[in-house]
Every structure is written in C-alpha cells, then in structure tokens.
C-alpha cells in the first residue's frame, strides 16, 4: 500500500532528483510521514465551477530548525517589528468586531496581549497550535523524559523491560500527548486536578521552559482559575 512519504537524499545532480525536499502529489486517505525536524505543508486546490483547479494537490515536508523556537529567541530584536504588526493588525479585528457589535469605545484595561493570544488559539490562526505541531512538540520535548519518570515511578527496568510494560508506559504517554493535543482547540477546558496533572508533567520533563509549554502552562492556571470563579459565583 503506497503512503505520502518523503525519503528523497541529495544524491543525484539532475535537478529533477537532486532536490532534497520535493512535492509530492497529496492523497487525503493516505497518511503523510513527517521526518523529526521536519514539517508538513499542504498545497489543496478546489475545483472552479468549469471544473479546472489552479493547481493538483500536493504536499511537502520542509525543514523547522531555521525558524525553531531557539532561532526566534535568538533572533527576537530582529523579528520583533514584524510581530508587532502582526499583533496590531490581530488587535484591528477585535476592535472592528467590537464596533460592528455596537461597542462606544474602550477603557484602557480592554487592551491586553492576552486577549490577542487568546483569540489567535480560538481562530486557530495560522494553526501555529494544531494538532501536528503540538504532537512533534510532545514528541521532542516530553515524551522520552515522561517514559522515563513514569518508568521510574512504576518500577519499571528500562535495560529489559517486558512486553505489558512497555504497552503500559505507551498507553500513559499517548494519553498525555491526547490531553495536550486537545489543547489546540481554544475551547478545550480541564477540571482543576487534570490541570494539575498536566503542569507537573510539564515541570518533571522540562517541557515548561519552551515556549509552547510555558504558554501551555498559563492556559492550564486559567482554566484552574475560571473553575475556581464558577465555583464561587454558584455559592452567592
């Protein structure tokens, strides 16, 4: 059965096969395969009423370490007048939206970088938090360090480990990376002792110094805080 791969090597000095990261035409029922380090992009194109597509449907995967979160760190100063007109034309649209609601204006606590990031998770924009990224992100930075502390925790010898073992320590770190995928939904909430669970499994592997974690970190204390508010509105 064919699958959406790409394994091409810079080995040929043809153009056509000397390219290390190529198209390769997209089929919806198969699943891509996505190297470490790497990620998707897919190039989809609706058919126009006389039938004819700009293009045909294909994907390919691309390299992530010049625009890894280390390489954004480093490179902040530079980046950092394009992200604040990215923020400011995020911000134009809650406030035009808020105008077409019928809002008068604005008192000066409505503006705040929170309220931009929380409506980039809800929009899903630019799916800089879904599902795939999340899961390469779970998988570089917390899946191994969660093996090993759960490994630990249960006793477990990592040398020769025996086959129920194995399937155990699978199944809770595939659980951790569901509840953290779930995450890429801006409306996704967890009861305040899952939240817990969570930022400790964040802390034992580190993963709360990236910054997809540290910004996982602060959703999870907001979630622990509104259930926290609901709960004292429910008593009044």
């Known amino acids: 059965m064919n699958t959406n791969t790409d394994t091409d090597t810079n080995t040929d000095t043809d153009v056509s096969t000397s390219l290390t990261f190529k198209f390769r035409p997209y089929d919806s029922q198969l699943p891509i395969e996505?190297?470490?380090?790497?990620?998707s992009v897919k190039c989809l194109y609706?058919?126009?009423?006389d039938g004819k597509k700009a293009g045909e449907n294909s994907y390919i995967n691309v390299p992530v370490s010049h625009i890894s979160e280390q390489v954004v760190i480093e490179r902040a100063r530079e980046l950092a007048p394009y992200v604040v007109n990215f923020l400011a034309a995020e911000e134009d649209k809650l406030i035009k939206e808020a105008h077409k609601s019928g809002s008068i204006g604005f008192g000066a606590s409505w503006f705040s970088l929170e309220k931009i990031l929380e409506a980039l998770d809800e929009s899903g924009q630019g799916n800089r938090l879904n599902g795939e990224k999340i899961q390469q992100w779970f998988s570089a930075e917390m899946r191994d360090k969660l093996i090993e502390a759960f490994a630990d925790k249960l006793g477990v010898d990592t040398e020769a480990p025996?086959?129920?073992?194995?399937?155990r320590l699978a199944a809770i770190t595939n659980a951790y990376q569901d509840k953290f995928k779930s995450l890429a939904s801006g409306k996704t909430y967890y009861k305040p002792e899952e939240c817990e669970i969570l930022q400790?499994?964040?802390?034992?592997?580190?993963?709360?110094d990236s910054i997809i974690g540290e910004r996982f970190y602060v959703r999870l204390d907001k979630m622990k805080e509104q259930?926290?508010?609901?709960?004292?509105?429910?008593l009044l």
């Open 200 to 208: 400790k499994a964040l802390e034992v592997t580190s993963a709360k």
């Open 46 to 49: 609706k058919e126009t009423k």
């Open 34 to 39: 996505v190297p470490s380090n790497q990620r």
């Open 162 to 167: 025996t086959d129920e073992e194995l399937e």
């Open 227 to 234: 259930a926290s508010n609901t709960t004292l509105e429910s």
